[in-house]
Structures are given as structure tokens and as C-alpha cells.
């Protein structure tokens, strides 16, 4: 299937408020107006908001042409537009720099703040704030953590820039330090490497582990304990989705406030910021391959073991 190349790479929209457009391609099909296509397409939106968008102009094609209500359909084109959440939650928590250059942005990511927009986070995420606040509309992520998950968190600033550094994650040449308060279990062996396989789950938000060869690796230690709860220190050498959680529950020992592991909890409709999942990234070194230094940048959270309950 064709696709037009300027069209698919270059947004006629800027980034608006930290949010950068989104977009879809229109395959071929039976649909003779793009009204008809997009209330097909986005069946879990009300036909009449997406009617509404059409009516204000707010949907345009590769060249930036605003569609209307009676628009064409136009197979092998794509359309950009500006996702909206409505009724989007405030997360009441700071998101400080930790360090800034040329090409980095470095910060310490609170629990409950999405790194990058998706579902219904959109403007209550780390990358849509640092944009805006930063007046950096072209950052964009090296790395991800959890929403749940707080901690180091690195951006880079110019595009240019972006492979260079991310080449050092692929490679797996950035060490990662986290920490967790979880159960102790006097009966397991510490320091210790846990080796899994890792997998989706189909239709489900969470990754289980199977049989076969381990993709997943963690070194784990115990750094400190207070009755029944430990401090601990986790190393990952890879960077699978949930990767610690699922490794700390396969091995009895689940993070505090996991409400994904060991069993999925019911879905929650608001969070409870007063039980944050007690995980936190607390330092990532690397050598800088611009520079040839090495890098280590380190949170300035803790973890708190009242609310780890």
C-alpha cells in the first residue's frame, strides 16, 4: 500500500500546548464521505463530537486543509488532528529538572504522571508539561517508565541527537538502579540474578511469564529491612514491559500497592493518590556519546514506608 511521504512524515499542525497532532491513514474502502469513515472508525466516540470537529475545521489533511461535514473520502491519504480528553485528571505533583544541556532534559517523575500521552492521559503527562513549560516543542522521550512508577526520566531535545542516545538503551549499555519496598521472605537467597520469559497477556493490560527461553533478567538485593517490609535494590539488565513487578511477584515477594501483580485488580475509575506503588527509579548512568563522560543522574524522591501498606 502507498502511502504519500510528506504526508506521513511531516504534521501540517504544530504541537499545540505541548500536545503534538495525531493522525490516521485512510485505506481503501466502500466509504464515500470521510463522515461516514471516521464515526466507523472511532466507534467509542460519540458521533456527533467527531460531526462537531468536522464542523469547526479541526480535522485536515497532509496539507493542512481543514475537512468538512460533506469532505470526500480520500483513500491512501492521511488526516491530522489534536486527541482531546475530556474531563482529564489533574495529578497534584511537582515534576522537577533534574539536569539540562543542549541535548538532555532530566527529570524526576512523580507516581500517577504518565511519561507520554496515551488513553486518557493527554496534557497530565510528563512529556506534554515539560513541552510546554520548557517551550520545547520537538522533546521527545529516551525511555519510558510506568505511570505508577516514579523516578529518573530522561528527554532529549533535538532530534538529531535522539538516535545517538538511544542507541545506548538498545544496546543495553545504560545501567539502571530502582528500588522497592516489598515483602521479605526469609527463605530467599540475596543478592540474587531472577531470569524469566515474558509475554503479553492477550487482551489484558498485564505480561505473564511461559516457558522458554528467559528474555527478562533482574538482579536483586535486599538493602534494607524493617519488620515484615524490605528496602530493596533492583538492577535490570533488560527493559521489559513491568519486567520488576512481574519478577518481584513471580519470586512471592510483590512490590506494595501493585494493583496489577500478583492479581489484576478491578479497574479503578480515579487513583488512590494516597497508596503509591512503592517503586521508584532512582539512578541511571551511562557514558555520554557525544562527550565520552560518564553521566549518573539520581532521584531526589524516596519511597515511603507508611504508605506501603
Known sequence: MSVPDKAASTPPLPVREGVAPSRVFL????WLLLRDF?????????????????????IVDGDG?????????????????????????????DLPV?????CLVVVDKPHFLASIPGGRHLKETALTRLRQSLDLPLLSPLHRLDRDTAGVLMFCIDPQHRGAYQSLF?????????????PIRPDLS?????????????????????????????????????SALGLYRLYPHTGRKHQLRVHMSALGIPICNDGFYPVLREYAQAD??????????????FKDPYTGS????????????????
Open 170 to 182: 538498545q544496546q543495553r549499555a545504560v545501567q539502571k538502579e530502582y528500588e522497592a519496598i516489598a
Open 65 to 93: 486543509t481543514a475537512q468538512h461535514f460533506d469532505s470526500p473520502y480520500m483513500p491512501l491519504h492521511w488526516l491530522w488532528y489534536y486527541r482531546e480528553v475530556l474531563a482529564e485528571v489533574s495529578i497534584p505533583f
Open 27 to 30: 485505506p481503501k474502502g466502500p
Open 98 to 102: 533534574l539536569y539540562r544541556d543542549d
Open 272 to 285: 488512590d493518590f494516597s497508596r503509591p506503588l512503592q517503586l521508584l527509579s532512582r539512578a541511571i548512568e
Open 190 to 226: 540475596l543478592p540474587m540474578v531472577y531470569r524469566s520469559r515474558l509475554q503479553a497477556k492477550v487482551d489484558e493490560f498485564v505480561v505473564e511469564e511461559i516457558e522458554g527461553e528467559p528474555n527478562s533478567e533482574t538482579l536483586i538485593d535486599l538493602a534494607e529491612h524493617r
Open 294 to 309: 560518564m553521566r549518573r543522574f539520581e532521584s531526589q524522591r524516596s519511597l515511603d514506608w507508611d504508605k506501603a501498606g
Open 38 to 58: 471516521l464515526v466507523q472508525r472511532f466507534p467509542y466516540m460519540p458521533a456527533q463530537v467527531l460531526l462537531d470537529r468536522l464542523a469547526r475545521g479541526e
